[in-house]
């Protein structure tokens, strides 16, 4: 059987979005069994400890398809594209911020790793 070239990208995104999953889960096991890969679209879904979910993506860029990551906020939500997929799950780590020292995300901090106003 051969592929079309549509089912040929397809198939590529498919292979992307599964690195991009497991390089966060071996930067972050306990994001185990809560990535929330779409089925039809180059989309996953990671959660934040706010309860909401930055979403990473394929979108077509002006001169080439590009992997972004979005990142919900009330008022302005933010983009963040990436050069290459490693820099991505990068951007992904930096925006579910650090692991405490049992493994467990640091408690009080929001997404993005930054410790809270006081």
Do not use: C, N, Y
Not at 32 to 49: H, N
Request: charged fraction near 25%; glycine fraction near 12%.
């Amino acid at each position: 059987m051969l592929l079309s070239r549509d089912m040929a990208a397809a198939f590529g995104d498919w292979l992307e979005r599964e690195r991009i999953q497991q390089a966060l889960l071996r930067a972050r096991p306990d994001l185990s069994g809560r990535l929330d890969p779409d089925e039809d679209r180059p989309m996953l879904r990671v959660p934040l400890g706010d309860g909401t979910s930055a979403l990473v993506a394929k979108i077509s860029g002006p001169e080439r398809p590009t992997w972004v990551v979005g990142i919900p906020h009330p008022r302005t939500p933010i983009l963040r594209e990436a050069a290459t997929l490693e820099e991505l799950v990068q951007r992904v780590l930096e925006v579910l911020g650090p692991l405490g020292v049992d493994g467990a995300p640091a408690a009080g901090r929001p997404p993005g790793g930054s410790p809270p106003a006081g």
